[in-house]
């Protein structure tokens, strides 16, 4: 690897470095924290192997920062990154191993939580969540990049599933394989919800920003109020619904594997509160769907790759993904058993925002 000193100074003169280290714990992409004499900034190799055309994502990122940039100032409730240019005007570099290099913005001052504590801050993520998505709402899809292909298609998830089930050498004589295999059987037509209402015309594309878990939300250290949405390398044009969904999902998941109805009931609650202005009738009419959708999909995705001795997601132990797996496909059923009162929340907060 360059030396990393190198390549900093090229986004900023290096007699104002006065560090530079290890920022977060992220598994896709090397994060440093460049610390200067008058404040920081962080600086970002983009992962190739996930992201295998890292200036595409650059350049969303820019067409992102132009539109904030074009927003009334006095209107934003959240602090969003911004790309640095180096000091010849690009907006990344690249080193002699042909690795991408970017700089943006650090915010200060925050921290970002792995459990949602209360149901204040599942309202404050939903509020977040559905701003963010306010602010995009008059940014045409088209403008950005797909930077990743097939991300949340579910219905290629199933395809991908089927050829490697039909190719494996993996055992399917345990009970936890077993119970994976049958869910999946059980519970297919699932996948095909979401898209078939894209393809209809009934849910339309939107910009997205792809992987809203709950810890791509910073909080002040001080105040636990809730300052930026972060990690925007998944933006891209796709469905609010997997965003909500994923959302949903991330905070609302129990340690059991059951699904919290009074956390889901705050983080609607504040996202349906900024985004009443556009969302449509049948945008509601599928966000249960996307709730439904979101954890079979993980579940799929997390089997696949056990079938396939865990080639994408990171493991200690051979079995984990199946047993990741399981959690999400429990979630699945959980949320299926609480349908009607999800649904009534979801009637009751439309009712509200009409």
């Known amino acids: 690897m360059p030396s990393l000193l190198d390549i900093a100074s090229q986004f900023t003169d290096s007699a104002q470095i006065a560090g ?16 200067t004499f008058t404040g920081g900034w962080v600086l970002q190799r983009i992962n190739p192997v996930v992201f295998p055309e890292p200036k595409l994502v650059i350049r969303n990122l820019a067409v992102l920062n132009r539109h904030i940039a074009e927003t009334e100032q006095n209107t934003l409730k959240l ?18 191993q042909g ?11 925050t921290i970002s939580l792995e459990t949602v504590e209360s149901p204040e801050q599942a309202r404050q993520t939903g509020f977040a969540l559905g701003h963010f998505h306010r602010l995009l709402n008059r940014l045409n899809p088209k403008d950005l990049n797909d930077t990743l292909p097939g991300f949340h298609i579910a219905p290629e998830y199933l395809s991908r599933y089927r050829q490697v089930l039909s190719q494996t050498n993996t055992l399917h004589d345990s009970a936890d394989s077993r119970f994976c295999l049958d869910f999946i059987d059980q519970h297919e037509e699932l996948t095909i919800v979401l898209e078939k209402a894209k393809q209809q015309g009934l849910l339309k594309l939107r910009a997205i920003h792809g992987d809203p878990k709950f810890n791509n939300f910073l909080f002040d250290k001080n105040t636990r109020e809730i300052t ?7 933006v891209k044009p796709g469905l609010l619904h997997y965003d909500i969904g994923d959302c949903v ?4 998941q129990l340690p059991t594997g059951q699904f919290n109805l009074e956390i889901c009931e ?18 509601y009419a599928y966000l249960y769907p996307a709730i439904q959708l979101i954890p079979f999909e993980l579940g799929l995705r997390f089997f696949t790759d056990f079938l396939e001795d865990n080639r994408y997601f990171k493991v200690t132990t051979p079995h984990q993904n199946r047993s990741r797996a399981i959690v999400q496909f429990q979630l699945c059923e959980s949320i299926s058993k609480q349908e009607a009162e999800i649904k009534r929340l979801i009637e009751r907060l439309y009712n509200r925002a009409m």
């Not at 790309?83 to 002699?96: A, F, K, L, P, R």
């Open 99 to 109: 690795d991408t290099w970017r700089a943006i913005t650090y915010i200060p001052n």
């Open 79 to 96: 602090q969003i990154p911004g790309i640095i240019q180096t000091q010849s005007g690009e907006y990344c570099v690249n080193d002699q």
């Open 228 to 234: 930026s949405l972060i990690d925007l390398d998944t």
């Open 266 to 283: 705050a983080l609607l609650t504040g996202y349906l509160e900024e985004t009443r202005s556009f969302l449509t009738e049948d945008d």
């Open 249 to 252: 999902r991330s905070l609302c």
């Open 20 to 35: 530079i280290n290890p920022l977060g714990e992220g598994l896709i992409n090397d994060t440093y924290l460049v610390t």
